[in-house]
């Protein structure tokens, strides 16, 4: 017990500093805050991947009583240590995203339209605003059949975070 | 039926929703991912940019130190001496040397008429998108005449504006013509009904900085009451030989080069340093500080401002190196002269090249107080509360500022009183950074515009633009790295007890932050830079896989050329200033007698007689002189995938 309490310390003092590190670079007054705006990215900089609501009820664990716009690392420190530890927010396996995609592509043709994937991600779920949706469709668009062949897109994608 | 259908349907659509939420989840943290990549590269440029300008900074030090001591080594050789304390001996037949250049008829460039016109503007403008150079003959002049109409202007130009006339304000536009262009495009050229204020670094780092310097210039003389120029830190001869102005005109004007970056250095110093608009909002390149004297800034004498590199001398022989000594909220109030019945004197006093410099590189934090700007080596933080003092002292409402890159173009603080407005776009790399610049007019809100400019038609996708902004900054990171590749094997080894060549990812962070002192997340970064296994190991060598310095000689150490390749710009600057004509080569005596003093003020650990063999073996013609440009070449950083490339393709 007493070992594996250890460890956590161990672990706990590592993420401390990655934690750290990945605030800083939000920092941009150098005064240990953020930008409440900027919250997300570092939380899923870190590797996880919550939810918009998951992303929301996160925040108000971090901000202060009366929102000032900014987060505090003596706050968010704590908060995110706990959710790497308990290893919340896994990001999600290549193969279950592809079966994801190919739920959506119910004609089973191996892509996607682009008007079908708008509608999919502007008007269900936890919907993209209009700048997401146009930055998704740059990426994942084949400008020549207009249409997204996902298969070759969260390849693509995966190859690039590695 | 009708049940089992549409609990069927509300199945399907479950899982449609189940699986949309996935895809959304999936693509939100990606997209985070990439955002992070893109902060960590800017932070990567931004930190190497100001420990560069740090370095810059040092070199004036050196200076003093060399002064110090070359005239005590070589009496029978004081060019060098001559060449940092006298003023330039005024270029009174510069009018006759013009006349003497002729322009060819087969010059097929564009061609100035004096007086300027309007007409003069849209044509170099024009010619410039075409990428045509002008013609040495008229750079000269209207760099002779730009220079005779500064002279007549005051340290600080009061304008005035109204709602049909709105002033712009453009900040750092570092040699890009397409921002420059695009900013003309977007909102007009300049003239009496469209006046401008460029906040200064016009010039430096990019390729374009005489072609910007002659459009600016030329619109000046043509609306001299709407053209406004400040001086940046960049307007100074001394920066331009280490940011590459000084190479762009020896390179475009092989002929006359010379000559114009004589009349180039005398003319920076007749630039305005600030401009008031309605008597409300200061504009100037860097910022201020706690004894910024508005009163003091109008009264002194412009021209006297050297370069940041050239202190005033001090007749006891100190240097000026104790006005980095300034502590944390100290004021300095050093009395106007240092001996009042001085003869007078051709440097400004301490105080007064304190407040220029001040303003040419301070930069604002939100931290209160007054601080050395330690990163850049030159001028201070100040924060809100110095911003609020200073303005108030001199019933002013808003500082405009330039000087730092931002991402948006522009950026506000200080509770609003401070504007930064930078307009070189992609700054640092392609997709960097926006450009921005300001519309003013009395009474009304400042106004921001922001560009970038784009070589493709559309937008790249944003992780094609991250991956080119982190493969440029990586690189640029790995060079500074190998520079310093044997003090971190040795910081490395004390960590490494075990003598395994591994170590904790931690150690290493610890390592490479205390040795290359660049404030960097190195444990996100890692993963760029070393190999570390399953265990979290850090194979500390692998640091220096990709990259390595070309040897120019076999039989020289590697430390040698490892320190020569780290101080390469300090050297670069160093060998053109004593080389005062530019010819390229200075002779081994001079480049031995500038070695010892540098290697002493630096405390490099090489010893003279290396540095020697080395100067020797790359004296080809065995003629007594050192071409130092093909010299520091020789020093340079072969990258791993760059040498697998040019072997594909001549393979």
């Given at each position: 017990?007493?070992?594996e309490?250890?460890?956590?310390?161990l672990?706990?003092?590592e993420?401390?500093?990655k934690?750290?590190?990945?605030?800083?670079v939000?920092?941009?007054e150098?005064?240990?805050t953020?930008d409440?705006r900027?919250?997300g990215?570092?939380i899923?900089s870190l590797g996880?991947c919550?939810?918009e609501g998951e992303l929301?009820?996160?925040?108000?664990?971090?901000e202060e009583?009366?929102?000032?716009?900014y987060?505090?690392?003596?706050?968010?420190?704590?908060?995110?240590?706990q959710?790497?530890?308990?290893?919340?927010?896994?990001?999600i396996p290549?193969?279950?995203?592809l079966?994801a995609?190919?739920?959506?592509?119910?004609?089973?043709?191996?892509?996607?339209?682009?008007e079908?994937?708008?509608?999919?991600?502007?008007e269900?779920g936890?919907?993209?605003?209009?700048e997401?949706m146009?930055?998704?469709l740059?990426?994942?668009?084949?400008p020549?059949?207009?249409?997204?062949?996902?298969?070759?897109y969260?390849t693509?994608?995966?190859?690039?975070e590695? | 039926?009708?049940c089992?259908?549409s609990?069927?349907k509300?199945?399907?659509?479950?899982?449609?929703?189940?699986?949309?939420?996935i895809?959304q989840?999936?693509?939100?943290g990606n997209?985070?991912?990439l955002?992070?990549r893109?902060?960590?590269?800017l932070?990567?440029?931004r930190?190497?940019?100001?420990?560069?300008?740090?370095?810059q900074?040092?070199?004036?030090?050196?200076f003093?130190?060399?002064l110090?001591?070359?005239?005590?080594?070589?009496?029978?050789?004081?060019?060098l001496?001559n060449?940092?304390?006298k003023?330039q001996?005024?270029?009174k037949?510069?009018?006759?040397?013009?006349?003497l250049?002729?322009?060819p008829d087969?010059?097929d460039?564009?061609?100035?008429q004096?007086p300027?016109?309007?007409?003069?503007?849209?044509?170099l403008?024009e010619?410039?998108?075409q990428?045509?150079?002008?013609?040495?003959?008229?750079?000269?002049?209207v760099l002779?005449?730009?220079?005779?109409v500064?002279?007549?202007m005051?340290n600080?130009?009061?304008?005035?504006?109204?709602?049909s006339?709105?002033?712009?304000?453009?900040?750092?536009?570092?040699?890009?013509?397409?921002d420059?262009?695009l900013?003309f495009y977007?909102n007009g050229?300049?003239?009496?009904?469209?006046?401008?204020?460029f906040?200064?670094d016009?010039?430096?780092?990019?390729?374009?900085?005489?072609?910007?310097?002659?459009?600016?210039?030329?619109?000046f003389l043509v609306?001299p009451?709407?053209l406004?120029?400040n001086?940046g830190n960049?307007?100074d001869?001394?920066?331009?030989?280490?940011?590459?102005?000084?190479?762009?005109?020896?390179?475009?004007?092989?002929?006359?080069g010379?000559?114009i970056?004589q009349?180039?250095?005398?003319?920076?110093t007749?630039l305005?340093i600030g401009?008031?608009?309605d008597?409300?909002?200061?504009?100037?390149?860097?910022?201020?500080?706690?004894s910024?004297?508005?009163?003091?800034?109008?009264?002194?004498?412009?021209?006297?401002m050297?370069s940041?590199?050239?202190?005033?001398?001090k007749?006891?022989g100190?240097?000026?190196?104790d006005?980095?000594?300034n502590?944390?909220?100290?004021?300095?109030?050093?009395?106007?002269?240092?001996?009042?019945n001085e003869?007078?004197?051709?440097?400004?006093?301490?105080?007064e090249w304190?407040q220029?410099i001040d303003i040419l590189w301070?930069d604002?934090?939100s931290?209160?107080?007054?601080?050395?700007n330690?990163?850049r080596?030159?001028?201070c933080y100040?924060g809100?509360d110095?911003?609020?003092?200073?303005?108030?002292?001199?019933?002013l409402?808003m500082?405009?500022?330039?000087?730092?890159?931002?991402?948006?173009?522009y950026e506000?603080?200080?509770?609003?009183?401070?504007?930064t407005?930078?307009?070189a776009s992609?700054?640092y790399?392609?997709?960097?950074n926006r450009?921005?610049?300001i519309?003013?007019?009395?009474?009304?809100?400042?106004?921001f515009f922001?560009?970038q400019v784009?070589?493709?038609?559309?937008l790249?996708?944003?992780?094609k633009?991250?991956?080119?902004l982190e493969?440029s900054?990586?690189?640029?990171?790995?060079?500074r790295?190998?520079?310093?590749?044997?003090?971190l094997?040795?910081?490395?080894?004390?960590?490494?007890?075990?003598?395994s060549?591994?170590?904790?990812?931690?150690?290493?962070?610890f390592?490479?932050?205390?040795?290359?002192?660049?404030?960097l997340p190195w444990r996100?970064?890692?993963?760029?830079?070393?190999?570390i296994?399953?265990?979290?190991k850090?194979?500390?060598?692998s640091?220096f896989?990709?990259?390595h310095?070309?040897?120019?000689?076999?039989e020289?150490?590697s430390?040698l050329?490892?320190?020569?390749?780290r101080?390469?710009?300090?050297?670069e600057t160093?060998f053109?200033?004593?080389?005062?004509?530019?010819?390229?080569?200075i002779s081994m005596e001079?480049?031995?007698?500038?070695?010892?003093l540098?290697?002493?003020?630096y405390s490099?650990?090489?010893e003279d007689?290396?540095?020697?063999y080395?100067?020797n073996?790359m004296d080809?013609n065995?003629?007594?002189?050192?071409?130092?440009?093909e010299?520091?070449?020789a020093?340079?950083v072969?990258?791993r995938?760059?040498?697998l490339k040019k072997?594909?393709?001549f393979g």
């Amino acid at each position: 017990m007493a070992e594996e309490k250890e460890r956590e310390e161990l672990a706990a003092a590592e993420f401390h500093k990655k934690i750290k590190e990945a605030f800083e670079v939000f920092d941009h007054e150098s005064n240990n805050t953020v930008d409440v705006r900027e919250i997300g990215t570092i939380i899923r900089s870190l590797g996880c991947c919550p939810s918009e609501g998951e992303l929301h009820d996160l925040i108000a664990e971090v901000e202060e009583e009366e929102p000032t716009g900014y987060i505090r690392f003596e706050k968010f420190l704590p908060v995110m240590t706990q959710v790497l530890l308990e290893r919340k927010y896994r990001p999600i396996p290549e193969d279950v995203l592809l079966r994801a995609f190919e739920v959506l592509d119910s004609a089973k043709h191996g892509f996607l339209t682009k008007e079908e994937l708008i509608k999919y991600m502007t008007e269900e779920g936890e919907p993209f605003s209009q700048e997401e949706m146009e930055e998704m469709l740059s990426a994942a668009i084949d400008p020549e059949s207009n249409s997204i062949h996902y298969k070759d897109y969260i390849t693509m994608m995966a190859i690039d975070e590695n | 039926m009708g049940c089992s259908s549409s609990s069927s349907k509300d199945k399907r659509s479950e899982t449609m929703l189940k699986a949309t939420l996935i895809i959304q989840n999936w693509y939100r943290g990606n997209r985070a991912r990439l955002k992070a990549r893109q902060q960590y590269a800017l932070a990567i440029f931004r930190s190497i940019e100001y420990a560069d300008e740090q370095g810059q900074m040092q070199l004036s030090s050196f200076f003093s130190f060399m002064l110090e001591n070359y005239a005590h080594v070589h009496q029978d050789d004081p060019k060098l001496v001559n060449r940092l304390v006298k003023i330039q001996h005024d270029i009174k037949n510069s009018r006759d040397l013009v006349d003497l250049i002729v322009v060819p008829d087969s010059y097929d460039g564009p061609r100035l008429q004096f007086p300027l016109t309007f007409t003069d503007i849209v044509s170099l403008v024009e010619a410039f998108k075409q990428q045509q150079i002008l013609h040495a003959h008229y750079v000269l002049e209207v760099l002779i005449e730009t220079k005779r109409v500064l002279m007549q202007m005051p340290n600080i130009t009061h304008v005035k504006t109204s709602p049909s006339k709105e002033i712009t304000i453009c900040g750092d536009l570092h040699g890009k013509l397409d921002d420059l262009c695009l900013i003309f495009y977007k909102n007009g050229l300049p003239s009496e009904n469209n006046p401008y204020v460029f906040n200064g670094d016009f010039v430096d780092r990019g390729k374009n900085s005489i072609e910007i310097l002659m459009i600016l210039f030329v619109s000046f003389l043509v609306f001299p009451e709407d053209l406004h120029l400040n001086r940046g830190n960049h307007e100074d001869f001394m920066m331009n030989l280490r940011y590459g102005f000084t190479k762009e005109i020896l390179h475009k004007y092989k002929l006359h080069g010379k000559r114009i970056l004589q009349i180039l250095e005398e003319l920076y110093t007749w630039l305005p340093i600030g401009t008031i608009i309605d008597d409300e909002v200061l504009v100037i390149h860097g910022g201020i500080s706690e004894s910024t004297d508005l009163n003091l800034l109008h009264r002194l004498e412009r021209n006297k401002m050297r370069s940041v590199l050239i202190p005033p001398m001090k007749d006891s022989g100190e240097y000026a190196t104790d006005l980095k000594q300034n502590k944390v909220g100290e004021t300095v109030t050093a009395p106007g002269r240092i001996k009042p019945n001085e003869s007078p004197s051709e440097d400004l006093s301490v105080c007064e090249w304190k407040q220029v410099i001040d303003i040419l590189w301070s930069d604002p934090r939100s931290k209160k107080g007054c601080y050395p700007n330690t990163c850049r080596g030159g001028g201070c933080y100040f924060g809100p509360d110095v911003t609020a003092r200073i303005l108030s002292r001199h019933q002013l409402k808003m500082l405009i500022r330039s000087h730092e890159c931002k991402p948006e173009g522009y950026e506000i603080c200080h509770d609003g009183k401070v504007v930064t407005v930078f307009s070189a776009s992609n700054y640092y790399e392609e997709g960097s950074n926006r450009g921005a610049y300001i519309k003013l007019s009395s009474g009304m809100n400042p106004q921001f515009f922001q560009y970038q400019v784009t070589k493709a038609t559309c937008l790249k996708p944003f992780y094609k633009r991250v991956n080119t902004l982190e493969m440029s900054a990586i690189k640029i990171l790995k060079e500074r790295i190998i520079a310093r590749k044997s003090d971190l094997i040795c910081a490395f080894q004390l960590e490494d007890k075990k003598n395994s060549g591994q170590i904790s990812v931690s150690q290493w962070a610890f390592c490479m932050e205390s040795i290359l002192r660049l404030n960097l997340p190195w444990r996100s970064l890692s993963l760029h830079l070393v190999d570390i296994d399953r265990d979290g190991k850090v194979d500390y060598m692998s640091s220096f896989h990709d990259i390595h310095i070309e040897k120019p000689v076999k039989e020289v150490h590697s430390a040698l050329i490892e320190t020569l390749y780290r101080y390469r710009s300090d050297l670069e600057t160093v060998f053109n200033i004593i080389d005062s004509d530019h010819s390229g080569l200075i002779s081994m005596e001079e480049f031995r007698a500038m070695w010892k003093l540098f290697r002493s003020h630096y405390s490099v650990p090489i010893e003279d007689s290396q540095v020697d063999y080395l100067a020797n073996a790359m004296d080809v013609n065995k003629d007594g002189s050192i071409d130092f440009n093909e010299f520091l070449k020789a020093f340079h950083v072969v990258h791993r995938y760059e040498k697998l490339k040019k072997d594909v393709n001549f393979g």
